[in-house]
């Protein structure tokens, strides 16, 4: 077994199938310490018996969160840093915001969230404040945005879709609001530390994602599209590649595919819409980022 990165400590969200699993299984292959997080215990489970019968020496353990709850991400975050108390270290390397979902309807979560935007955007802001005491000191985040960010634009009027759903838009919104949030948090840690966070788009991929939460017109159009998907491990490959760089070379450029960066939209890119995403996500968490050094 590859051991080039034994000593680092990496969480991966929905490292239970598709793209977050390749990426788990990669990453662990290569001697990292990888804790995976997904919903389902048995998900789990299955998980980690795959990537222990590919590298029966990888080190790699699952902890459980559903990730639409604000309450089960807070929980989430004390259990990862727990962990990482018992690691040389104690400290975490990479942090993978992957774990995604698409909702053909409307959906509220118990907390009064739309789960999309619970999901993909409120999860990774409200885990990367909670986990930012815990990073090491050139750390890295990556999220796992889309190349759908480049079509859309934030619908500040009615962020979560209330009045007017729909699946796809809301999708676009929170992988664009991924690289707003990646834009501004290193504006935030430009000047206090050399962590870096990064935008990941994969490409099309076959994965189950439009089958999950998805019925009728939503379902049947992904299972065509999927299908002409690259496969999840050659997805995974870019956000393996960032995390295997050693942390003293953290580029400088934010937004990758193929493993090369890529210019992001725009839009993405502007200061203005990304502080105010800032801001309304924290009042949505209920935090304030200079409590957390940001
Ligand atoms: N597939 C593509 O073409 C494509 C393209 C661009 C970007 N992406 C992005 O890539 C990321 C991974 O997606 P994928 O295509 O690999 O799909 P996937 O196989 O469905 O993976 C999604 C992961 O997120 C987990 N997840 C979903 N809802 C969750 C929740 N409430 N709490 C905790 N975990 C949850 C899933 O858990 P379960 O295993 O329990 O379902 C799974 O592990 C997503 O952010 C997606 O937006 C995908």
Redesign the pocket.
Known sequence: MDKSLSKKVMVI????????LAAATELAGRGALVIG????EE?CSQAREGILSQYPDARIEYLI????LQKQVRELAAAIKSRIEKEENKTIDVLIN????VANWYTVTSEGFELQFA??HLAPFLLTHELMPAMSSSGRVIM?S?GSHYRTHMNWKDIQLRRHYNCLMMYKQC?LANVLFAAELNRRLKNKSNIRAYAVD????N???GL?GTYGIVRFVWKIR?RK?IE?KEAAATMVFLASLPLSENPSDIYWKKCKPKEPSRYSMREDVSKRLWEVSEKMCGIKSEDFGL
């Open positions: 969200t929905g490292a239970t199938s598709g793209i977050g997080v997904g919903r389902s998900r969160a559903d990730l639409s992957n774990a995604g979902t999901v993909n796992t889309s992988k994969p490409g099309l991929v994965t189950d994602i999950k999927s998907g999840p």
